[in-house]
């Protein structure tokens, strides 16, 4: 009976691939999503771009206080950054449902989510001379050298 160990080992060096690359580059997929919703608002719904640029404002005026005040006990604790991102998303979510922009937003969506995760999947190293001739061979995102040091953790660990 054959064993599906290998398989399994290389899907999962793939999604593992695709979540560090996916945590390393978030802020830039936020964005382009952001953007993407930015543009797809711009023809018809003037009103609702603006709030939402308002409302990206108020984020980096958030993020800009957190640089300037790093030791800041009211802002790092009592403030916490993820509650202000789930305030920014409910309060924009609750916006653009007022504002009859659902079918933008899902269309931002649709375009943006899948190019987010292609690049998450196939994203090479950052560094070409931190992996010598891997990188330089152009293997044009090819993850076998992913999977090679993901088995050789594997075999070392055992």
């Known amino acids: 009976m054959a064993t599906y160990g290998g398989v399994l080992r290389r899907s999962a060096a793939v999604v593992e691939h695709a979540r560090d690359s996916a945590r390393s580059t978030r802020l830039h997929y936020a964005l382009l999503l952001w953007v993407l919703l930015l ?19 108020l984020a980096l005026f958030y993020g800009a206080l957190l640089r300037a005040f790093p030791n800041s006990a009211l802002l ?6 993820r509650l202000v991102a789930a305030l920014l998303m409910a309060v924009v979510g609750a916006e653009i449902v007022m504002t009859s922009a659902v079918p933008q937003f899902l269309l ?8 987010v995760l292609l690049h998450a999947v ?12 891997d990188t330089a061979a152009g293997n ?10 993901k088995e050789d953790l594997e075999l070392g660990s055992q």
């Not at 790092?76 to 950054?81: E, G, L, M, S, Y």
């Open 140 to 149: 044009g995102g090819e993850l076998g050298p992913i999977l090679e040091k």
């Open 76 to 81: 790092r604790r009592i403030v916490d950054r």
């Open 39 to 57: 543009a797809s608002l711009f023809p018809r719904r003037r009103a609702t771009m603006l709030f939402l640029m308002a409302a990206s404002k």
């Open 122 to 133: 196939f994203r090479t190293q950052d560094d070409p001379a931190a992996s010598g001739e």
């Open 108 to 115: 931002a969506m649709a375009v943006g989510a899948p190019l």
